[in-house]
């Protein structure tokens, strides 16, 4: 049987073994694995070797190690890869102003390359530019959808912060991480990366069918004249009374534990009609079509709020009732700012609605009570002036009435 002359043979890939190998002697005379022995040497020829097929180089390498951060390099390039895609590189495949990409991907939180001939975007990046094609394709002006584009970004920045926490709280303590902590971490946040990716477009599926049947009612209503897109909607405000105090006396860890409390009792009671629109600091915003579910809602707030008896702050809640505006994740118009006055005059503990507000309610409960819902009782409160609005508002300090304890049904009681 002939041999094949060397020059002829067939080009074969190395066996990863033989890869891995030379790879280590590599590492060896780059001075990447001194002093390492054993399992820890193991451990770092393999975050080496993924860092390497990422592309990065061995002085960076040896930066991270001299920084005690290698393990947050390999995390860092798992979550954000680059597939050597310049600004420059994405206009042209995208066809798009560079002005244009440049105010999306600062509105979504990606980052802007001074030179914009440096190769730091991914193929993910130019679908997102090329995106921009297709919501003109809709008809879709761009300053029609920036502030579509600056409320997600705010808002995956909002997903990152509290995913970051998680891994965080593991990861980020001094001395860490360890190599092999660093490959678990890696792979362990790609893996939340792509499940949850599923998880949103489900969510944000849902959310928007309802968003779309609330605009489709208020276009039918523009026709009678109503401005369009404006809904009637009844907003509360809840904050923390003293909340700006506290921070003088705690650390801003200990406040930022009481916010997110807050925030987290506000997500429990706000189940459909009523969502959680925002959340400023100290307080937070619910919303819903329904005045009803609102004013239960703002109530079962403040009893799950003071429940716990470990010195919290109090809270007072303020709700009203008008048309306003949705926009980009938020509300605008004059219930929105009624609320927030009438929050800033509510009782400690207490739930302060307007006359809309109470009217409504009543007017509601004619109809009878919905099964396992327990009555509300209204106590006329002093009328207010609010600045920028008409006249004296009539107020009313709510709370429920248990079923079964003295008079039946949603009412109206003389102020005591």
């Known amino acids: 049987m002939s041999r094949v002359p060397p020059r002829h043979r067939p080009s074969l890939p190395l066996p990863a073994r033989i890869r891995s190998v030379m790879a280590e002697g590599d590492y ?74 440049r105010r999306w991907f600062q509105a979504l939180g990606r980052p802007l390359a001074p030179d914009p001939d440096d190769p730091i975007y991914t193929d993910e990046d130019v679908e997102i530019a090329e995106r921009i094609h297709r919501y003109r394709g809709l008809g879709f002006s ?62 944000v599926a849902a959310a928007l069918a309802d968003r779309i049947r609330s605009h489709a009612l208020a276009v039918e209503e523009s026709s009678a004249g109503r401005l369009q897109g404006a809904q009637d909607v009844t907003v509360c405000f809840a904050d923390l009374v003293g909340f ?15 916010a997110e409390m807050l ?19 100290d307080a937070v915003m619910l919303v819903s079509p329904d005045p009803t579910a609102l004013v239960h809602a703002a109530v079962a707030l403040v009893e799950a709020w003071s429940a716990p008896d470990d010195g919290r702050p109090a809270l007072r809640v303020g709700v009203a009732r008008g048309i306003a505006v949705p926009r980009a994740g938020d509300w605008f118009g004059p219930p929105v700012n009624l609320a927030s006055r009438v929050t800033e005059t509510a009782r400690p503990g207490e739930v302060t609605v307007t006359a809309a507000v109470h009217d409504a309610v009543l007017a509601a409960a004619q109809d009878g009570e919905p099964d396992g819902v327990e009555p509300l009782r209204f ?38």
């Open 263 to 281: 925030s987290a009792c506000a997500t429990e009671v706000a189940s459909s009609p009523v969502r959680l629109a925002k959340v400023i600091g």
């Open 28 to 101: 060896e005379r780059a001075g990447l694995l001194d002093g390492l022995t054993g399992d820890a040497r193991r451990t770092r020829v393999s975050v080496l070797e993924s860092l390497a097929a990422d592309g990065v180089a061995f002085d960076t390498m040896r930066d991270a190690i001299e920084r005690d951060r290698l393990g947050l390099l390999l995390l860092e390039r798992t979550l954000r890869p680059e597939d050597g895609h310049s600004l420059t590189d994405v206009c042209r495949l995208t066809d798009v102003d560079i002005d244009v990409v």
């Open 379 to 416: 106590r006329t409160a002093a009328p207010r002036k609010f600045k920028g609005v008409r006249g004296a508002q009539r107020l009313y300090r709510v709370q429920r009435r248990p079923n079964g304890a003295g008079r039946r049904g949603t009412r109206t009681d003389p102020v005591k």
């Open 142 to 203: 761009d300053e029609e959808m920036m502030p579509v584009v600056r409320a997600i970004g705010r808002g995956v920045l909002n997903i990152a912060d509290a995913l970051g926490g998680l891994l965080g709280e593991a990861l980020l303590r001094p001395g860490e991480p360890e190599p092999e902590v660093a490959l678990r971490y890696a792979a362990e946040a790609r893996r939340i990366v792509e499940e949850d990716s599923l998880h949103l477009v489900h969510l």
């Open 244 to 258: 700006t105090d506290l921070g003088e006396s705690v650390s801003a860890v200990e406040l930022s534990e009481v």
